[in-house]
């Protein structure tokens, strides 16, 4: 089922925020690169396990997306099997247990979770979370200082791994009430020792809480780190107004649990419904929601595990059911993931305490258990098998969803790289389209993104004078929008608008400093205006930024070789960089062996410089770039007279 996945690409969605355009990731395991995970965020949270296993998938697999699928896959099976057991030990029932764990290995809800490598949090995180449980139930049995400490760092691991973890503590106490009854008990110390310490004087459900108070501080640190990471990243997504994300919470927390019994349609993305959800969907969810709970506390005593799943499910939905709204997607699948164990756990036991005088009982729960199983298990191969790619991802949203501005988006995107540009441009308008009909600010960044990719499109067509509109738009929408300015430089460059150009890459870095392409961009500019030194100061800066970046490289390399100011020359240091760059760039670039025999000429070695001349203007030749040609045919000329060159402008 989900073995299918190692055979998957990476999608346009994330991945390549996570894994394979994130120089920092695809390094592999660095001390640096470690480091970075502790100290800096990841795609707007905090989370250095997720981003550390990531890392070490691209040692072990490069950029080979099976191999990160099969982590996935590893990590889920590995959380299936501990949720089996963690069941087993607090319940005692065998086969409940492994439906339960059979639901959560199966459902389609959850393809979504592993599937997408993106997603590795989620499979990561549940690691640690039934570890942590795992870990709690020995707690519980014989209680130490030791094995309080164990639930404490197996917690703060699966905080590292995903900060939705932050409601476990109220999973334990639920755990507490059912299955492992501790509200009913004495305290086993108590009963043993005449003199007692001040927690021990408490009442039971006071203990209780109090226990969990190191795990709740351990979850504050967490809810900390993630609102800093998110707050600190330009360019962030402005907040529904609130009574949206209330009432599409509402009616999400029903979406879920209608989803869990009838799996269809899913798709990776849901556009919000804005303030257009229906009052009586709104009030049906509500009524629903508080029938169910007054259900459960009224059968607490009766049947106290409806109580546990119910609110397991409620609470562990709480910091990603859109009360804070992180993204404009109206709910995810992904969000199941943990959350409703809770319902199965539920439905689970309801149903053996529901057929206990059935006659055929044994045979009804044999065939309603197999055919659920096997029901699922189809329902989920097909749901893997969209996302194959990102072309059949989107596609499939597109198909079971509407007015969906991101899939459209994202296939535009998709396009844009393939260069099918007609296909692009129809796809971003479309998406503009839609987006168009939301004019409140918190779509700005999105209609920002659209109006970016639209105009990258219309650049590579060649239809410049279009494309500085839709930058301009973007710019307009968000001015923190820094690709946007980068893209707005590099065709106003084209243009020959090159103050301009200088300006909206100055912006650009304002707001990204690091960015090595930017640098690189206004060295070029610099360069072009006469201004050496600026243009020196921006190579080397992308140069520290992006170390194996071959363009500022090879253009820092030509400045050092060829100026006419000899306190800027540097022959030596010339070679070096060129030869990387000639490296680098795997030979096949004449443009880095004319540098490099210029390089060789400004250290005295002519032969050399001749030879790498000569190299270079046959790969021109059967490249057919004839100004290429002419240019190396007049350097070795002056080679050949043993004169280096001389030239202000850069070699490209």
């Known amino acids: 089922m989900f073995g299918q996945t190692i055979g998957h690409e990476f999608v346009n969605f994330d991945d390549h925020v996570y894994v394979y355009d994130n120089p920092l990731v695809t390094k592999g395991i660095t001390v640096d690169g470690v480091a970075g995970a502790f100290i800096h965020s990841h795609a707007r949270n905090w989370h250095p396990l997720t981003t550390m296993s990531h890392m070490l998938d691209c040692q072990l697999y490069g950029l080979k997306a099976g191999g990160h699928h099969f982590t996935n896959v590893l990590l889920h099976t590995v959380a299936v099997l501990l949720l ?252 199941t993931y943990l959350p409703q164990i809770g319902l199965y756990l539920l439905i689970t036991w309801a149903a053996k305490d529901l057929t206990p005088f059935w006659r055929r009982r044994r045979a009804f729960l044999i065939i309603g258990t197999g055919s659920t199983i096997v029901a699922l298990c189809c329902c989920s191969f097909v749901q893997t098998s969209y996302w194959k790619n990102s072309e059949r991802l989107w596609t499939h949203a597109l198909a079971v969803t509407s007015n969906n501005d991101v899939a459209h988006n994202n296939l535009g995107f998709l396009f844009l790289r393939r260069g099918e540009l007609d296909q692009a441009i129809s796809h971003f308008q479309t998406a503009l389209n839609i987006r168009s009909s939301n004019v409140e600010a918190h779509y700005n960044l999105g209609a920002a993104l659209i109006h970016n990719n639209l105009g990258n499109a219309l650049t590579r067509k060649g239809l410049s004078d279009e494309a500085i509109g839709h930058y301009q738009e973007a710019v307009r929408l968000r001015a923190d929008y820094a690709d946007a300015h980068y893209n707005f430089g590099s065709v106003l460059l084209q243009e020959g608008r090159i103050d301009e150009a200088i300006s909206h890459w100055q912006k650009a870095l304002a707001i990204q400093p690091y960015d090595g392409d930017v640098h690189t961009s206004l060295g070029n500019a610099f360069l072009e205006k006469g201004l050496v030194r600026e243009a020196i100061n921006h190579y080397q800066q992308a140069l520290e930024i992006a170390p194996q970046d071959v363009l500022s490289r090879n253009n820092l390399a030509w400045i050092l070789a060829t100026s006419s100011d000899a306190s800027i020359r540097n022959g030596a240091k010339a070679v070096v960089l060129a030869e990387q760059a000639v490296q680098l760039s795997g030979g096949k670039n004449p443009i880095f062996f004319r540098t490099l025999a210029a390089s060789y000429a400004e250290e005295g070695r002519f032969s050399e410089a001749l030879a790498v001349a000569e190299r270079g203007m046959k790969m021109a030749a059967v490249q057919d770039n004839r100004g290429l040609v002419n240019a190396l045919g007049r350097e070795i000329a002056l080679y050949q007279a043993r004169s280096p060159l001389r030239e202000a402008s850069p070699a490209n």
Request: charged share 15%; net charge positive; aromatic share 14%.
């Open 84 to 335: 089996f057991g963690v069941l087993r030990d607090m319940t005692g029932a065998f086969w409940r247990s492994a439906f339960v764990a059979a639901l959560f290995a199966i459902h389609p809800l959850h393809v979504e979770s592993v599937a997408w490598v993106a997603e590795r949090k989620d499979v990561l995180s549940a690691v640690f979370f039934m570890l942590t449980l795992g870990a709690y139930v020995r707690y519980v049995r014989a209680p130490s200082i030791g094995r309080y400490v164990a639930v404490a760092f197996l917690f703060a691991l699966g905080l590292m791994s995903k900060p939705m973890l932050v409601t476990l503590p109220f999973v334990l106490l639920l755990l507490d009430y059912w299955p492992l009854r501790r509200f009913e008990n004495t305290s086993p110390t108590t009963s043993k020792s005449k003199s007692h310490s001040w927690l021990d004087r408490q009442s039971i459900p006071r203990q209780l809480i109090l226990e969990k108070i190191p795990l709740l501080a351990l979850s504050v640190g967490s809810c900390v780190a993630t609102l800093l990471a998110q707050s600190q990243r330009a360019g962030s997504i402005d907040q529904l107004p609130f009574m949206w994300r209330v009432n599409n919470a509402f009616v999400s927390y029903v979406t879920y649990v209608w989803e869990m019994f009838w799996p269809a349609r899913l798709a990776v993305f849901y556009p919000h419904p804005n303030n257009r959800l229906p009052i009586w969907e709104i009030i049906l969810a509500i009524a629903f929601l508080i029938v169910v709970t007054a259900t459960a506390l009224i059968l607490e005593k009766k049947r106290p595990y409806i109580l546990t799943g119910w609110f397991w499910y409620l609470g562990m939905l709480v910091p990603v059911i859109g009360f804070v709204q992180v993204g404009e997607q109206a709910h995810a699948d992904r969000y």
